[in-house]
C-alpha cells in the first residue's frame, strides 16, 4: 500500500491535487444544474457534488467551489431561488462534459453545446430535455464551509421526472436502467453496474 501524507497532498500540483482529492469519495452522481438569471440568460453547468441531505422534505445539497471567480450557477440560483438538476447518461456526456468550459455570462451552455432547454409551469429554471432523471428545486438555504470557502447549496425537491417503467412503486429509481453516470475526479466517468438490493437490516439476535 502506498501511503500518501498531508505533506504529500500539499506538495502536489494544483490540478493533480484536484484530481486525488475528488476522487478519494469514488464516483458520485454527473448531472447538469439548469439556472437562468433575472434577464432570462440560462446556464448549465456539470457538478459531482449533489447529495441527499433529507426526506421530508426533500432536500438535496450542492457544493459551490470558492468564489474567487464569476460563478454563474450560484449566483443565479441566490438572483432567482430556482434550479434543477439534471442526470448525465452516455447520450449527452461530451455534450455535457463541454458545459464545463468557461462560457461568458451572455452565452447560454445550452446552445453552446445543442442542449435542449424544457421548461414547465411555476419552475423558473430550465430543464434538460435530453435527461432521462430531472427535478426542479427551490432554494431553501446556503451554508458558508469557512474551512475552504466553499458554499454548500441546499435546495428542497418540487418536482421530479423520470420514465414511468423505472419508477418503482416503494419509491426506488433504477440509476443503471437510466443510465445514470457518475465520475471522480474532473475527467473520469462511469456507468451504472446492475444494482443488488438487500432486506431492510434489522439487529440480529446475537
Known sequence: MKSIYLSDIEAMDKLARVQFANSLPGPKPFCLVGSIDAEGHTNLAPFSSVTHLGSNPALIGLVS????????TLS??????????NHVHMGILEQAHHCSARYPRETSEFEATGLTPYYEEDVAAPFVAESMLRFALTLEETVPIASNGTLLIVGKVILAQLPEDHFGEDGS???????SLASTALDTYFELGKPVRLPYAKPRNL
Open 65 to 72: 467551489r470558492p468564489d474567487l471567480v464569476e460563478r454563474h
Open 76 to 85: 443565479n440560483i441566490l438572483a432567482t431561488g430556482s434550479y434543477t438538476i
Open 173 to 179: 429509481i433504477d440509476l443503471s436502467a437510466l443510465g
